[in-house]
């Protein structure tokens, strides 16, 4: 029983959180949080426009959040699935979600490499 409250709370929390995004960032009184990579060097980071992005998608506005940051739609079903393993394994110690959330070795690699690609490509002609 304790942790079906703890799920429903881990799993809400999310939910609020980008409920108060919704609500409070990317307003007019409210840009969001800057970035520092981009402010000291001039150099787009691989999350640059993330923000905005996902501020897009929170409105229904997809088309728009791929041309603020075209990885997004990478990014969030990646965390969501690290936030799910997280939960489980960590907090609610579940020891078989082990066999249905993993990740194979050449993912990792393939990752690194198209984050890198992508700093360079969305950088190359600025």
Request: hydrophobic share 50%.
């Amino acid at each position: 029983m304790i942790k079906i409250g703890l799920r429903f709370v881990f799993y809400s929390l999310p939910l609020v959180v980008l409920y108060y995004y919704l609500q409070y960032f990317g307003t007019d009184n409210n840009e969001g949080v800057g970035c520092y990579i981009y402010d000291t060097s001039g150099w787009l980071c691989p999350g640059c426009g993330g923000q905005r992005a996902l501020h897009s998608i929170l409105q229904g506005h997809l088309l728009e959040a791929f041309h603020f940051n075209q990885l997004i739609y990478i990014y969030i079903p990646l965390i969501a699935i690290l936030y799910i393993a997280f939960v489980e394994t960590f907090v609610l110690k579940n020891k078989r979600i082990r066999n249905y959330i993993h990740f194979p070795r050449w993912f990792s690699v393939f990752l690194i490499v198209l984050i890198a690609a992508f700093t360079i490509y969305r950088n190359w002609n600025r």
